[in-house]
T-cell receptor, first 115, second 113 residues
Framework: EAGVTQFPSHSVIEKGQTVTLRCDPI?????LYWYRRVMGKEIKFLLH????????ESGMPNNRFLAERTGGTYSTLKVQPAELEDSGVYFC?????????????FGPGTRLLVL | AQSVTQLDSQVPVFEEAPVELRCNYS??????LFWYVQYPNQGLQLLLK??????LVKGINGFEAEFNKSQTSFHLRKPSVHISDTAEYFC???????????FGKGTTLSVSS
């Protein structure tokens, strides 16, 4: 069974540009999460989808970030326009049930560098 | 709200030595507790979890952790480490019924021969 995949693995962009990150969860997982780790800081929750609906977006930093999950399969996270402080590693995770014994399966992350 | 403190940012040890990675948490409600590991260039992998029941939890790769409610701790231990255990380890909590994981800053375990 394929794990959570993320694309791209790395992205280097200039301040003011737009970047779109993609996450493909494990097949059949209704729950999809986005997290971010800024260098030197802890991994922080951004938002949670249940199928195509946003269940919790309390961690989204501002309105430059837009997450979608059309059709309840893969998800995209768009940053527009990107700022220097957006640099970090963006992780996606998925789980089968709303709370399946806490098992969220993580992808390898996308490393974003904004210059 | 919950918070997690990993007391050591880096832990260097020699191969076959025992190791303990410390984690303390703060929460006004009951929580679930987790340890995740990130090997170089890989995603986060669940090592073990505490949901309820026995306070001593065994995970993969010979790791175990003990939940101590009075000390609000969930320290990770391994009696004998290998070079391959070199990785970054994250302690995380989640409120029961919640879904967002709250992570500590991570502890880098470096095992040398």
């Amino acid at each position: 069974e394929a794990g959570v995949t993320q694309f791209p693995s790395h992205s280097v962009i200039e301040k003011g540009q737009t970047v779109t990150l993609r996450c493909d969860p494990i097949s059949g997982h209704d729950n999809l999460y986005w997290y971010r780790r800024v260098m030197g800081k802890e991994i922080k929750f951004l938002l949670h989808f249940v199928k195509e609906s946003k269940q919790d977006e309390s961690g989204m930093p501002n309105n430059r970030f837009l997450a979608e999950r059309t059709g309840g399969t893969y998800s995209t996270l768009k940053v527009q326009p990107a700022e220097l402080e957006d640099s970090g590693v963006y992780f996606c995770a998925s789980s089968q049930a709303r709370w399946q014994a806490g098992v969220q399966y993580f992808g390898p992350g996308t490393r974003l560098l904004v210059l | 709200a919950q918070s997690v403190t990993q007391l050591d940012s880096q832990v260097p040890v020699f191969e076959e030595a025992p190791v303990e990675l410390r984690c303390n948490y703060s929460s006004s409600v009951s929580v679930y507790l987790f340890w995740y590991v990130q090997y170089p260039n890989q995603g986060l992998q669940l090592l073990l979890k505490y949901l309820s029941g026995s306070t001593l939890v065994k995970g993969i790769n010979g790791f175990e952790a003990e939940f101590n409610k009075s000390q609000t701790s969930f320290h990770l231990r391994k009696p004998s480490v290998h070079i391959s255990d070199t990785a970054e380890y994250f302690c995380a909590v989640s409120a029961r019924g919640g879904t967002a994981l709250i992570f500590g800053k991570g502890t880098t375990l470096s095992v040398s021969s």
